[in-house]
């Protein structure tokens, strides 16, 4: 597993501001990679400084074994889709697709076929001679796509490209955008800050915090096996609860809420450390009465969240606030004010030692 | 790495300047230096003393006209708001077409020629012109003398300096949320109040713009009160004009032109201080 | 409100529609209603080289003057609206001076000026002083356009593989182009009506149209100015209302939709 692009030691800061500390990151050829995150948190600024519109205080960028250092943007060959798509307004869906082959040398005949080409690959076909202005907005997103490949470019770069569009639209770009990147191979680096985006199209997902990655893993290893607190808490709903290890052989700690409370060991930690629990709401059960076999609390609903097809149960267990995910056909039976028994087995408990 | 960006810093502070170096040797040579000499012109023409200064801020002659100014542009300035505000509220709350012709009218009048509107007054005022005739058809046998009098030159002036009102005070209102209004009209706001407490406080800065524009333009304007104005009531710009080219007296010229400058200037900077210079014409 | 509006509106518009009717008059000197109509005064116009010269003197001035403001101003607008440097608020104030300064004060300092350098009364002191006053007209429209630049539109030109340069001829310059034709109209407009200064140093080596027009106006009232006026405002109607057009025109052409 040779790496593609390289990142090393990128450092960035704006005076007394660190923007980025020490990023390091290893990404292998024709991989979906999501930069995913809250806004500041440093993934938009790691992304222009691959792109080099920013420049590093420290660290190197590497693509495919060559630096990235000293080359200006244009020089780079790497396709960007930005925000707020960049189109061209003063040309037509083909000329803006036409443009970086026109500034490679291409003669116009064989540029505009190959734009024309490329327009049929995203789903654009008769609509060259349209200006970005006539076209909707997932029609532009397409041919900022179109446009940023067809040049052939050893990376393409996606900054949030789905986030002025509505939800069904998102929807169908996702899985567009991921059928054109498997159709291509390209390597991609794709930055959003919306969690299910990141869920369904990444081969792996970088996380973001504070100028610093606090994860890379596979959507499933971000999603079940959290490494920090912060990545746990971003990454859907959780139940986060401070404990202390009292049995680490066996996989046992203390929480003032909810008391001895057995967790999965996966992680080496010592006695006496304060760590994370997490349970994800859809893993813990809601009944009348205890279950046999399972880890049993009682806790007064306060809040009923209703989405349709499930609901949210927020409640109280001696203080700790704890999420409950429940099947929309079951939310009808509980009462605000209630008290109920929540459980959960020692495998849905995840240790999280950081 | 240090060095190079250090040296791109050095660079991207070099740059900006070489693209402003030609306006700013021009302005320097062409803008600076000329003003430069009426202030020097002031104090040494004929000979290097502030009597230019002390005649022209003690003789009867010049304080009445300088007070002639800061009346006229006063009325000027006043007459403006009275007619642009309405015009202006015309067109913010009438429907998109009526309001487009308004506005496409006060922009071609806008864009007329000083002269051309000052012409145009001089025919309609004129002895032998429409107005006396429709007086004269209404039956008033001895029409009065309207041309080359203070109300023809601040009629005229009015019509010239009105459409800057009426774009600053449009521009504002044009912008306020409709709901705003609503708002106050569900909380008890009337009529009158509601203008008081609720209109006339949005649409201040548009008053405010327009009414520092249309004065500090009409305490310097030449050509309308030469043209139409009465020779016995003078604005500051004909007295000023009357010194160079018919005395040559450039250094009493040239002490007038200063204190206008001065009058200006300071006006401008008061309103620079409160919302930038730059927002006044934008 | 609604009344005073109307009244307004006439207020504002009786002026500039007075003069047509007068143009065409066979009167020999102001009189309303004009006797008779006739062709005679635009007859004399286009025949009189006392008022020709003067027309042509202004077009090729304002033209002049429009090539060298833009020259300057277009640089340093983006040098203003682009960066930040020491001493920027200075050139800032530097741009806008001009329209602070009343221009009977300018007059007095040009033909003081001028007249020491040598070059009052000629084509080149008119387009000189003229500049000065067009810089913070043309600045200021072209600075609220290259405001509302979108500067994604360069990064994605970078990106595309476009050189700084070639960025700037192929996306910059384009998509300011509007700006870049209303910000040089201004200036051209603020040189051929200018009045004041050119009274004072056009003289009759380079006499402009409004010069020429005050001193007739102050002499005789000749109603060619009747016929001069007819065709300044003309030229403003089409100005003011052609963009109107193309604008429907073009949004009639290309339906907003898709």
């Known amino acids: 597993m040779s790496s593609y692009l390289k990142l090393s030691g990128i450092s960035k800061s704006y005076g007394q501001f660190t923007a980025l500390q020490t990023v390091d990151l290893d990404i292998k050829k024709g991989e979906f990679v999501t930069f995913l995150g809250p806004s500041g948190s440093g993934k938009t600024t790691t992304l222009m400084i691959i792109a080099g519109f920013e420049q590093a205080t420290s660290g190197s960028v590497e693509v495919n074994g060559k630096s990235l250092f000293g080359l200006a943007p244009h020089e780079r060959n790497i396709g960007i889709v930005f925000q707020n798509y960049g189109l061209f307004p003063h040309k037509t869906a083909a000329q803006n697709v036409y443009f970086p082959l026109q500034m490679r040398g291409i003669n116009k005949a064989a540029g505009m076929r190959k734009a024309e080409e490329m327009l049929d690959l995203v789903g654009l076909q008769g609509f060259g001679h349209r200006y970005p202005k006539e076209l909707s907005g997932g029609q532009q997103q397409r041919v900022a796509l179109a446009r940023a490949l067809v040049f052939e470019p050893s990376l393409l770069l996606l900054d949030e490209p789905l986030g002025a569009l509505d939800k069904n639209l998102r929807e169908q770009m996702q899985i567009e955008i991921k059928r054109i990147q498997r159709a291509l191979g390209v390597t991609t680096i794709f930055v959003t800050h919306d969690q299910s985006e990141a869920m369904s199209m990444s081969d792996r997902i970088v996380v973001f915090e504070k100028g610093r990655i606090q994860q890379v893993a596979t959507p499933l290893d971000i999603y079940h096996r959290p490494e920090t607190k912060f990545v746990a808490g971003f990454i859907g709903e959780s139940n986060l609860v401070d404990a202390k290890v009292s049995d680490a052989a066996k996989g046992e700690a203390r929480s003032a809420a909810l008391g001895k409370v057995e967790y999965a060991v996966t992680d080496k930690v010592a006695n006496d450390n304060d760590v994370t629990l997490m349970i994800r709401p859809e893993h813990i059960r809601l009944s009348r009465n205890p279950i046999e076999g399972r880890k049993n609390v009682r806790m007064k609903v306060e809040t009923i969240v209703n989405y349709g097809d499930n609901a949210l149960v927020i409640g109280m267990v001696e203080g700790q606030p704890m999420r409950v995910r429940v099947l929309g056909a079951d939310v009808v039976i509980i009462r605000e004010g209630e008290e109920f028994c929540i459980s959960w087995t020692r495998d849905s408990v995840y240790m999280i030692a950081k | 790495m240090t060095v190079s960006i250090a040296r791109l810093s050095a660079k991207t502070e070099l740059w900006p300047w070489l693209l402003l170096a030609p306006l700013a040797v021009y302005m320097a040579v062409f803008f600076l230096v000329p003003l430069a000499d009426v202030a020097i012109m002031s104090v040494t023409e004929p000979r290097p003393t502030l009597a230019n200064y002390e005649r022209v801020l003690t003789t009867a002659l010049y304080q009445r006209v300088f007070i002639n100014t800061f009346v006229t542009a006063i009325v000027v300035t006043l007459c403006c708001l009275l007619v642009g505000y309405p015009l202006a509220y015309l067109m913010a709350n009438s429907n998109p077409r009526t309001a487009m012709l308004i506005l496409l009218l006060v922009t071609m009048s806008f864009w007329t020629s000083f002269l051309v509107r000052t012409y145009a007054w001089m025919v309609l005022l004129g002895n032998n012109g429409p107005l006396v005739w429709l007086l004269s058809t209404l039956g008033m046998d001895k029409p009065p003398q309207l041309l080359f009098t203070r109300f023809s030159s601040t009629l005229a002036m009015v019509h010239i300096l009105a459409p800057y009102m009426i774009m600053n005070i449009y521009s504002v209102m044009r912008k306020i949320d409709p709901t705003l209004i609503r708002s106050a009209e569900s909380l008890g706001a009337r009529g009158m109040s509601l203008f008081r407490h609720v209109y006339l406080p949005l649409t201040a800065p548009g008053i405010a713009n327009g009414s520092v524009l249309v004065f500090v333009i009409c305490l310097g304007f030449y050509v309308t009160p030469v043209l139409l104005g009465s020779p016995r009531e003078q604005m500051i710009a004909g007295l000023i004009g009357n010194q160079i080219d018919e005395f040559l007296a450039f250094g009493m010229g040239s002490a007038m032109a200063m204190v206008l400058l001065f009058v200006t200037l300071v006006i401008l900077t008061i309103y620079h201080r409160r919302f930038g210079l730059d927002k006044l014409w934008g | ?258």
């Open chain 3, 1 to 258: 409100m609604r009344w005073l509006g109307i009244a307004v509106v006439v207020f504002i518009a009786a002026p500039l529609v007075i003069v047509v009717p007068m143009s065409f008059s066979n009167a020999r000197s102001l009189q309303f209603p004009p006797p008779g109509y006739s062709f005679g005064y635009y007859q004399a116009y286009f025949t009189d080289m006392s008022w020709l010269v003067p027309t042509w003197n202004s077009i090729l001035i304002a033209t002049a003057t429009t090539v060298l403001t833009m020259l300057l101003v277009v640089p340093a607008t983006f040098a203003l609206v682009r960066h930040k440097f020491r001493g920027k608020g200075i050139a800032d104030l530097m741009m806008l001076m001009p329209l602070a300064v009343p221009h009977i004060v300018m007059a007095v300092g040009y033909y003081s000026y001028f007249g020491n350098v040598g070059i009052v009364h000629t084509h080149l002191g008119v387009i000189l002083a003229h500049t000065c006053l067009s810089v913070p007209i043309a600045f200021l429209v072209l600075s609220a356009n290259l405001k509302g630049f979108d500067r994604t539109l360069e990064r994605a030109a970078l990106s595309l593989g476009a050189s700084p340069t070639k960025t700037f001829i192929h996306v910059t310059l384009p998509i300011l182009r509007p700006g870049l034709i209303i910000s040089a109209l201004f200036a051209f407009v603020q040189s051929f009506d200018e009045t004041v200064v050119a009274i004072f140093i056009s003289g009759r080596g380079a006499e402009t149209l409004p010069r020429k027009m005050f001193d007739s106006i102050r002499q005789e009232a000749d109603p060619v100015i009747a016929v001069i006026s007819t065709l300044l405002f003309l030229a403003v109607i089409v100005g003011v209302t052609a963009p109107l057009l193309v604008a429907r025109i073009r949004s009639r052409r290309t339906p907003a939709t898709a």
